[in-house]
């Protein structure tokens, strides 16, 4: 066989054997989560989460629930060779008032019920746009009342809140109107109302908004997504300092 080719499939093969290898032996990080937060949530951050954990010496495992379970069954699903288990926000919920393993972490934007496990991750969406910025971008917050409180990051005339007595369509064309008048390229939106529809209509705009409605964007106007750092929140998990960890959030271009 042609020594070109040789050297280059033992590579391969050799990488795939250490895989395999690493499957195996290696302690696991398991994600016990439901299908919507792993095709959202974890999903943009699925790749740097495998590659940062296996540098620590772990394996990333994702084990997908149906939230109809008992909380019994969801917990039947996690493999036993998994040092932690981290639950997504609405296994958590499932899970509360349950008796739960020291190795499960919760997750919640409550710390109502983090009684319930030994380690908690809080979801702060107070904190959740502080730490961003867009030096190369005109970028502009929208959205309703709610999400006055990031206004503070944002130049005041770059922030555009849905009026108590305005309508949803009445919105949406003001919005269309004055975005285009102030040449915004970029659209912050910490939720999505109905208002959103006509302006995604305009091609041109791209959009920053949180993994849950990330589908409602059409891929070519997507410029960012913001998710709590799972990253983060596993590499506080490992120094077993906090019983509560907030969360920060992060943006990932796309």
Known sequence: MNRRIVLPLSLVLLLIATILVFSIFLPRVTFLVDTPYSKTVLAVQRPKLFFSLLQSGYILAVEEVSLTLDPKQ?????????QFVIASPLVSSKLK???????LVGQGKSSDYASTFHQFWFIDDESMLSDLNYPD????????EDVERFSQYFPSDLVF????DEIESQFAERMSRTLQERQVITVVAPSLGSWAIPLLQDASMQWVVPAEYLSMIPPKQQSGVLVPDLVAGVHALFSGKDEIHVLTWRMISL
């Open 74 to 82: 969801l917990l039947d699903a996690v493999d036993e060779r998994s």
């Open 97 to 103: 008032n349950t008796d739960v393993p020291l190795n």
């Open 137 to 144: 971008l005109l970028a502009a917050l929208v959205g309703d």
């Open 161 to 164: 809140i849905k009026g108590n």
